[in-house]
């Protein structure tokens, strides 16, 4: 009779729901990936990326289902939902964006668009590695450390480095007095340099050709944040050597411009 009544009191009963909860996650999690582990109709990436998906998923549907059980202890959500057309108004504007973040991910993953560890560049202005593939959001981990989160809803603009090949792409932005000639011909001598001292790391086809050599791809954007325009340099180099390659342009755009007096465009904040 006691256990009866203790089993009977709310707390004990949000807890035992919880436990449960929390041991079909587990085991929906540890079938998923036996079925992974058992099957090879999917490379490993792939595989890879919808099991961090799959983990996203189900500790949302979890902590879903765990929020409505408690709050049914305390109101009529049936009524609480159907009877008030204001509420659900308000309901409807403020998850718009997540429904749509929730469409956008899944359009992402089942395209193949994205995999867990891809190198991604969001927005232009945005580029790392993929950490983390939520429901909601990509989680990239930056070159100088930082864990930058990305709504799927405000993604504009996303470039995948593919398997195998990668493209490298720098800039320098200039300031807008800068003499566009001056600097056309500074940034072609770049890119000649940077084909003689990196060839080693461009891709190359069967018979030892790249297939695509460093260069100079002109003014790329103008009125940078209102401060100058963008001179690009870009070369399509193997996976492995990416990063290293992409050290090496910049180190010879920024020796560039200080050999060359090139004006560097500045914040607006900096002008005086």
Do not use: W
Request: charged content about 25%; proline content about 1%; overall charge neutral.
């Amino acid at each position: 009779m006691f256990s009866l009544e203790l089993f009977e009191k709310l707390p004990v009963k949000i807890l035992t729901v919880a436990l449960l909860i929390i041991l079909t996650v587990y085991l929906i999690r540890k079938s998923i990936k036996l079925f992974f582990d058992k099957t090879s109709f999917l490379d490993a990436k792939r595989e890879e990326t919808l099991m961090h998906f799959s983990n996203q998923v189900t500790k949302v549907i979890g902590l879903v289902l765990f929020i409505i059980y408690v709050l049914s202890h305390f109101f009529n959500l049936t009524r609480f939902f159907t009877g008030s057309v204001v509420v659900a108004s308000a309901l409807a504007l403020i998850l718009q964006h997540i429904i749509r973040d929730y469409i956008m991910g899944l359009t992402y993953l089942f395209e193949r668009q994205i995999h867990h560890g891809d190198f991604v560049i969001i927005n232009g202005n945005r580029q790392g590695k993929i950490e983390e593939i939520s429901m909601r959001y990509l989680k990239i981990r930056q070159y100088d450390g930082y864990l930058y989160t990305v709504s799927y809803s405000s993604i504009k603009e996303l470039q995948n480095g593919n398997r195998g090949m990668r493209r490298v792409i720098e800039s320098l932005v200039l300031n807008y007095k800068q003499n566009p000639d001056d600097a056309f011909r500074v940034m072609e001598e770049v890119a000649r340099t940077c084909n003689e001292k990196y060839g080693e790391y461009l891709l190359k086809d069967e018979n030892g050709v790249p297939l695509e050599s460093f260069k100079f791809n002109h003014i790329t954007e103008l009125n940078v944040d209102f401060s100058g325009h963008r001179y690009s340099i870009s070369g399509l180099v193997k996976e492995e050597d990416f990063v290293e390659a992409g050290k090496k342009v910049r180190y010879e755009l920024a020796m560039a411009a200080y050999k060359n007096d090139l004006m560097m465009a500045e914040s607006l904040s900096t002008i005086r």
